[in-house]
């Protein structure tokens, strides 16, 4: 499902899109498939991501402002 937070910390697997208002982190083997919004962003060697990965314009956006963003961009992809 989808993670709605203000710092995300993925050490397993996550199905679905991430939503970091301010940091999120990917630990070595750790795999994520969906879109990812986020203020800041650490990628140990050996994280798999697949999806959209766009930042944060400030830490003051919210989720919600992201994930629309996010939207906008499907809908783009998805026209062409």
């Known amino acids: 499902g ?3 937070a203000h710092r995300v910390m ?3 697997k996550v199905f679905g899109h991430i939503h970091a ?3 999120v982190e ?3 083997d750790s795999v994520a498939q969906g879109d990812i919004s ?6 140990e060697h050996g994280a798999k991501l697949s999806g959209l ?5 400030s830490l003051d ?3 919600s402002g992201a994930q629309a963003a996010i ?4 809908s783009t992809k998805n026209a062409s």
């Open 38 to 43: 986020y203020g800041s962003i650490a990628v």
């Open 53 to 57: 990965i766009i930042q944060n314009k």
């Open 2 to 4: 989808d993670i709605k």
């Open 71 to 74: 939207q906008s961009a499907q």
């Open 21 to 23: 208002v301010d940091r």
């Open 10 to 12: 993925v050490a397993g």
């Open 61 to 63: 956006e919210s989720a």
């Open 26 to 28: 990917f630990q070595k």
